[in-house]
């Protein structure tokens, strides 16, 4: 065997060790299962809404034991909210943006690969990329308050969010 042969040889067979991007089956599959949970998340969230005397908003504590209850990732809401990271901006090649991915309902699923880094002043996470799902839609009644969009990003492997 010639050595460009090789080290091609070398390269697909490297390609295929790493993890891949769920197709569009997998992607509504994973949505499906975690449906529940991500309208439990939001009901959990117009409950802190409702409950907040002084705080309009979540505190991040709060936002963070939400991600966890819904074992997702992260969370990125809209203006005043605190994000969860990681979330948005750690995704992979490949990924498919919920802008053009699958509609359920009022959710638009996105998918691809997603980092479980970040950095708040110490290391989280391992770095590399796991499948995962990224779940946006607006909260609350067509004609009501909070319209923005807010996004829930969920891995699909059983990676365990990292703390």
Not at 155 to 161: N, V
Request: proline share 10%; net charge negative.
């Amino acid at each position: 065997m010639r050595s460009h042969q090789f080290v091609v040889l070398l390269f697909v067979w490297a390609a295929g060790c790493g993890p891949r991007v769920p197709t569009q089956s997998e992607a509504r599959a994973a949505f499906v299962e975690r449906r529940a949970r991500v309208e439990a998340f939001e009901e959990s969230l117009f409950f802190l809404i409702a409950t907040a005397s002084e705080e309009p908003t979540p505190t991040p504590t709060q936002m963070k034991q939400l991600v966890v209850t819904a074992e997702a990732l992260g969370f990125h809401g809209f203006t005043g909210f605190p994000s969860v990271p990681p979330c948005v901006g750690g995704s992979g090649p490949g990924e498919v943006t919920p802008e053009q991915g699958l509609s359920e309902g009022k959710y638009s699923v996105g998918y691809g690969l997603y980092q479980t880094a970040w950095n708040d002043g110490r290391p989280h996470g391992d770095g590399e990329f796991h499948p995962g799902i990224v779940v946006r839609w607006r909260l609350g009644e067509a004609d009501g308050p909070l319209r923005e969009p807010v996004t829930l990003c969920m891995l699909i492997d059983g990676t365990p969010r990292p703390e």
